[in-house]
Structures are given as structure tokens and as C-alpha cells.
């Protein structure tokens, strides 16, 4: 996670500003709150803490209840929404970890082929004889 998005998650402001910044009453804060729509932090002292990124989904709620969809619409178009983020976090994660592993096996798609037809895979380093075989290279993503 890098700064900005530390601060995007960051606790800084106490119900009466996020409310402010959102164009909302303090009380449908709470409201959304208690129905789980945004979950803001707590202090020691249980004051609930909203950072940017909670005042920006307390925001895309007002805009979506705006446009005539229901709390619980929103509730489920927020979670889908959060899914498709972790989702995306995770094949970003996989495609890493694919790539590393390639990277880890060099060599296995070299081949040489000889005058009789055969086909020879050959190792990282080695080289086919030039006068009588043919050396083919198919890099990864044209199969």
C-alpha cells in the first residue's frame, strides 16, 4: 500500500465534518452505519473516525439513493463492487506469481528441428548445429 492510499484510509474526520463533506445529515451517517454501508472506525472513547475513502462511499450512496435505488441495492452493489476489487487484486497477484515462475524456467520453449523432421527441445545455452537444423523460438502468448 503506498501513501496516498494510507491516507485515503486514514481516520481524520469526526461524524459532523464527514457528514458535511458527504452533503449529508450526521444522522444518516449513523443510519448507513448501523445498516453496514460504510463502516467507519472508532476511537478508544467509540467516536466513530471517517477517512476519504468513506466520505467518497457515503457520497456514491447519496448518488446511487438519488437515482432511486433502494438501501439494500446499494448494500449489494457496494459489496459486488468490493468483490470485483478483491478479485482484481487477486489475479493481479496470480498473473506475479505466473510470471515469476516462468522467468524461473528458462529455456523451455526453444527448439531445433533436424533434417529428418524431428523436433528437439533444446536447453537454456545450447546451440543447434547451423548447417542442418533449424532453430524455432515461439514466445510466450502466440501458441
Known amino acids: ?6 491516507l485515503a484510509l ?11 463533506l458527504a452533503g449529508m445529515h450526521p444522522q444518516t451517517l449513523r443510519q448507513y452505519d ?5 463502516s467507519p472506525s472508532r476511537t478508544a472513547g467509540k467516536s466513530r473516525r471517517y477517512s476519504m475513502r468513506d466520505v467518497a462511499q457515503l457520497r456514491e450512496i447519496g ?3 438519488a437515482e432511486g ?16 476489487t478483491a478479485l482484481r487484486a487477486r489475479v493481479r497477484e496470480l498473473e506475479t506469481a505466473l510470471a515469476d515462475e516462468l522467468l524461473r524456467r528458462p529455456g ?3 527448439f531445433a528441428a533436424g533434417e529428418d523432421g524431428g523436433v528437439t527441445p533444446l536447453r537454456a545455452g545450447m546451440r ?3 548447417r542442418t537444423e533449424v532453430v524455432l523460438w515461439r514466445p510466450f502468448g502466440n501458441r
Do not use: K, Q
Not at 448501523?34 to 460504510?38: A, I, K, Q, S, W
Open 1 to 6: 500500500m503506498n501513501s496516498e492510499e494510507e
Open 10 to 20: 486514514a481516520p481524520l474526520f469526526a461524524i459532523a465534518v464527514a457528514a458535511e
Open 34 to 38: 448501523r445498516l453496514g454501508l460504510v
Open 63 to 65: 448518488r446511487l439513493s
Open 69 to 84: 435505488i433502494t438501501l439494500e441495492g446499494i448494500r449489494r452493489i457496494l459489496e459486488l463492487e468490493n468483490e470485483v
Open 108 to 110: 523451455r520453449r526453444v
Open 128 to 130: 543447434a548445429n547451423p
